[in-house]
């Protein structure tokens, strides 16, 4: 494990108010060919600025709860011990418990990067990758499934603008483009575990900047554009530093006061535009079909994410992996 140190000691001097905000992320997977050897990557980040700061990195051979919880303690020792009010996270059980077991007084997040991450594994799982590549019904009904909790989350909203209204709509969608059966079942676990356990006030996106900010897909992104091919397990330690010098830069933008640099479908024109169709929604000039149709551009990263040549089209065909001179690369959860 490592970090960042030399940016972790330029946040000296900023109120601690402002440093309290942490996510924390395992779906990244470096698994290797041989039978010893690390698989696991775990990145701990600052949500501070509107921005991502990865601060620590554990490349780990298994992931357990007592792991989770050792790293963390390394983390506390050596990086940012002052308290933190929140944590965004991914949906791996034993990550849940030894955060709550290190942080008992936390309040967790989830994130609409999780969300969509777990459509897409549903996706893979009933082999319609290469369909949705194919047919674009299919991948709309996905992306309009995707932005679902972008709609406030109460069924009892008077309006009935809300993210049932909205599922229904993808819904509606699939019977009248027939898509294939598969798809109801993408359907089905969607409303059984995100509507029905989740529940939707804790994974909407709609006026919870937290939940909106999708600090996976942007740290993703930026390793997956370093990788290479045929590249080997050092390539990936340089991915990281690589990822380091580009937050170590925005971070120079904020001393300077200079705004964040936009990100693709990030920042104030990102923001402004989701207000600006909630706004043609609830004054009816869109209805919610209409609304999520304008606003499935904004899943458009997460999708150059699920479609990278080095994510696996299968979660358990290892043919479908990328070799990289002893290592093959792909990114599944926990």
Known sequence: ?????????????????????????????????????????????????????????????????????????????????????????????????????????????????????????????????????????????????????????????????????????????????????EFFRVLDYVATFWFNIVKTNNFTTYGKHTCALNFVEITQLALLAYMKPKGNVWNLTQSFQCVAKMTSAEFDRYLNGKPPVLKKNRGKRFNVRIRQNMKRLLTGNYDVKKFLEMSIIYCEEMLDIFLHPLYPTSLFDKSNYIHTEGWKIKIIDS
């Open 1 to 181: 494990m490592f970090g960042d140190s030399h940016l972790i000691s330029r946040f000296d001097g900023i109120p601690l108010e402002d440093l309290s905000h942490l996510a924390i992320d395992t779906t990244f997977r470096v698994i290797p060919d041989s039978t010893i050897g690390v698989n696991h990557v775990m990145t701990i980040s600052l949500l501070f600025n509107n921005q991502t700061y990865p601060l620590w990195y554990a490349i780990t051979s298994c992931s357990s709860t007592e792991l989770y919880k050792r790293i963390l303690i390394e983390f506390q020792q050596h990086a940012l011990d002052w308290p933190f009010k929140s944590i965004l996270l991914n949906d791996d059980p034993m990550l849940c418990k030894a955060v709550l077991a290190i942080f008992p007084d936390i309040e967790l997040y989830g994130s609409w990067y999780f969300y969509c991450y777990s459509i897409w594994k549903e996706i893979i799982l009933n082999n319609l990758t290469e369909r949705c590549k194919q047919d674009t019904n299919l991948m709309t009904g996905v992306k309009l499934l995707m932005v679902v909790p972008y709609l406030p989350p109460l069924k009892d909203t008077p309006s009935s603008i809300t993210m049932f209204e909205g599922f229904q709509v993808v819904k509606d969608f699939a019977r009248e483009n027939k898509l294939p059966k």
